[in-house]
């Protein structure tokens, strides 16, 4: 079982920015080959945010987030960070940290075997 543990989320207005971590065990990057973000806002689906391979630190990004959002690692304190940067009301939702195996650049949920709780962003105007 592979923990992760999402922080970083919280209230802030438009325009502004967060980074949300994800952290977790050490010896997840052996049984993982990336880390990823996705959210759900309240009653719509959940959506793939941005997903970094752990190895060679390739990511890929939803349309609605590039060029705002950055995915990052730090292999050695096991994080992962998304950096959110000109965060509009639509930001606003859970965000939840996965772990799994990625096979190319989509968004496949089932890819992902491991979840975080999550953390709430909060983006008004």
């Known amino acids: 079982q592979v923990r992760l543990v999402e922080s970083g989320g919280g209230s802030v207005q438009t325009g502004g920015s967060l980074r949300l971590s994800c952290t977790g065990p050490?010896?997840?990057?052996?049984?993982?080959?990336?880390m990823a973000w996705f959210r759900q806002a309240p009653g719509k689906e959940r959506e793939g945010v941005g997903f970094?391979?752990?190895?060679?630190?390739?990511?890929y990004y939803a349309d609605s987030v590039k060029g705002r959002f950055t995915i990052s690692r730090v292999n050695t304190n096991n994080t992962v960070y998304l950096q959110m940067n000109s965060l509009k009301a639509e930001d606003t939702a859970m965000y939840y940290c996965?772990?799994?195996?990625?096979?190319?650049?989509?968004?496949?949920?089932?890819?992902?075997?491991?979840w975080g709780q999550g953390t709430q962003v909060t983006v008004s105007s």
């Open positions: 996965a772990a799994g195996m990625c096979a190319g650049f989509w968004f496949r949920e089932d890819d992902f075997r491991y």
């Open positions: 050490r010896y997840a990057y052996s049984i993982v080959n990336c």
């Open positions: 970094i391979y752990t190895g060679g630190g390739a990511t």
